[in-house]
Every structure is written in structure tokens, then in C-alpha cells.
């Protein structure tokens, strides 16, 4: 199925510093999540987004879902070296749910 | 709450052998599961969508005959990978809706189980 588009692929940081990450659709969905999947593991649940403009935070994350439905961003603040591991996104119709292709976080202690 | 489990957590196995993977959902009933596919280092593949009591619907690609799922309960979903082949090995994730979370269809996943056929 249609993959969305994440950006970026991968990014190195320094513990400390925010990231940002985001992904863009050319389909509009009703439910934008963020998922974060550590190795040998399943998605973890961060963040879901239910309305178009809705902003929403969970601790250091904040996201937000794009007011025109084809987009959305996670913003990490102050990260930390536990935070490292790949971030999807997924834009979800009904059952159907479509994801990101990831953003591998490596944060520098 | 929306914990899902998966069992076996990993498995290796000999060339032709059939291999059982069980998914439930532990604090919550799930009408639909969802069976992933995922390869190092890419995204999440959508194998099938599967839901209580009725056939599975199966991604465009992906065998049925090979790939048998069962829905039989609220809170148990299996996927049987029939005589397994090395190209099999792979990492199997479900996952399962819960609408009683007062969203419309959010996903949450299952631990994951490693398949390695030898």
C-alpha cells in the first residue's frame, strides 16, 4: 500500500538538543499517529491526534495534526539517550492505517 | 491499558514445519487484529486484516493458503505459517483496535515474534 513520506530518514543528536520530525501524505486521514519501535520490539503507542489543527503532548513530545489532514510532526524536547529508537508515523482511515517509512534517532550522551 | 501480547516471543524451526503464533489482547476486546510483516532495518508491511468470528482479508501478494489466520475470539488472533521456508524468517507483529479506547481504530502492538526457519 501507499507508504507515506517521513522525514528524515535518520538523525544523530546530542543529548539535550530537541528533534523534529515529519510526515506528509497526498491522501487525507482522519487519525494521525507516532509510534516508537525499539529493537526486537513491537510500536509503543506515543501520541494519537484525532481532529485536523489538533495539537497534543505527552510528556517531551508534542505533535501535531496538520490542518489540512496530510500531515503531521512529532517534536522531542530536551532528548535524552533513552529516547534513541525508530519513530513512525501512520496515517489511519477506518482500519485502513498507512505508515512512514521511519526516522532512526540516535542521541549522543 | 490496550496491552496485546504475542506468543512465542521467538521460534526457530526446520524447513517445512508449520509454526503457530498466537495474538491477544489482554485488557481489552479487539473486534479487528492485524497481522504485520516487518525486514530489518524497513517499515511495517500489512500482511492481513482479520476480524472476529469471519475470514481473513489478505494484502495483495500475501498467500492465504500460507499464511493461515484465526480469529476465533475477541481476544485471540493466530497466525500458522505453514510449511515455513527460510524465505519466511522474518520479525511477525500484530496488532489490534480498540474502539473502547474512544478513538475510531488506533492500533496497538504486540511485542512481536521472531521467525527464523532453518
Known amino acids: 500500500g501507499q507508504q507515506l513520506n517521513q522525514s528524515p530518514q535518520s538523525m544523530f543528536i546530542q543529548e539535550g538538543e530537541d528533534v523534529s520530525m515529519n510526515c506528509t501524505s497526498s491522501s487525507i486521514f482522519n487519525t494521525w499517529l507516532w509510534y516508537k519501535q525499539e529493537p526486537g520490539e513491537g510500536p509503543v503507542l506515543l501520541i494519537a491526534?484525532?481532529?485536523?489543527?489538533e495539537l497534543t503532548s505527552n510528556g517531551r513530545l508534542t505533535a501535531q495534526f496538520g490542518i489540512t489532514r496530510k500531515d503531521s510532526f512529532l517534536n522531542i524536547s530536551a532528548s535524552i539517550p533513552s529516547d534513541v529508537g525508530i519513530y513512525f508515523c501512520a496515517g489511519l482511515n477506518n482500519n485502513d492505517m498507512r505508515f512512514g517509512a521511519g526516522t532512526r534517532l540516535t542521541v549522543k550522551p | 491499558g490496550a496491552v496485546v501480547s504475542q506468543h512465542p516471543s521467538r521460534v526457530i524451526c526446520k524447513s517445512g514445519t508449520s509454526v503457530k503464533i498466537e495474538c491477544r489482547s489482554l485488557d481489552f476486546q479487539a473486534t479487528t487484529m492485524f497481522w504485520y510483516r516487518q525486514f530489518p532495518k524497513q517499515s511495517l508491511m500489512l500482511m492481513a486484516t482479520?476480524?472476529?468470528?469471519?475470514?481473513?482479508?489478505?494484502e495483495q501478494g500475501v498467500e492465504k493458503d500460507k499464511f493461515l489466520i484465526n480469529h476465533a475470539s475477541l481476544t485471540l488472533s493466530t497466525l500458522t505459517v505453514t510449511s515455513a521456508h527460510p524465505e519466511d524468517s522474518s520479525f511477525y507483529i500484530c496488532?489490534?483496535?480498540?474502539?473502547?479506547?474512544?478513538?475510531?481504530?488506533?492500533?496497538?502492538f504486540g511485542p512481536g515474534t521472531r521467525l527464523t526457519v532453518l
Open positions: 496488532s489490534a483496535s480498540n474502539r473502547l479506547a474512544g478513538s475510531t481504530d488506533t492500533q496497538y
Open positions: 491526534l484525532y481532529k485536523a489543527g
Open positions: 482479520s476480524n472476529e468470528g469471519s475470514k481473513a482479508t489478505y
